[in-house]
């Protein structure tokens, strides 16, 4: 009778530890996905006048994005990054006028992505 407590404790001690995982997991995707989606803002901005660097920021912004989506542990935050990851890699980018017309892109699509982390992760 004794290892009743015993084994209900454990039980609920790993229900926590497990849960507190789930949700350590969670912030630290959420930290990295603010990080990874500002750099790519930043350095978008700065390429307008190289549209392959431009491309190449894209592209490397968006395997980020999908690491961090991949390991979010929250499916409706994996949805946004892998969203705006996919977003990202479609953009072929080959002149200053389609580099502007991407920043703007990538600025629309970035802002719908940084309300979707915001609600997911306050």
Do not use: H, W, Y
Not at 27 to 53: R, W
Not at 82 to 106: I, R
Request: glycine share 6%.
């Amino acid at each position: 009778m004794r290892f009743l407590p015993l084994a209900a404790a454990t039980a609920i001690g790993f229900t926590m530890l497990t849960t507190g995982c789930s949700t350590v997991d969670k912030a630290q995707a959420c930290i990295e996905a603010n990080k990874v989606i500002g750099e790519t803002g930043a350095k978008i901005t700065t390429l307008a006048n190289d549209p392959k660097a431009m491309e190449q920021a894209l592209n490397d912004g968006a395997a980020k994005l999908q690491d961090v989506a991949d390991k979010a542990g929250n499916t409706t935050l994996n949805q946004a990054l892998g969203d705006l990851a996919d977003s990202f890699k479609k953009f072929d980018v080959n002149s200053a006028e389609e580099a502007a017309a991407t920043a703007q892109k990538v600025a629309t699509d970035t802002a719908k992505a940084v309300r979707t982390v915001a609600e997911e992760c306050t």
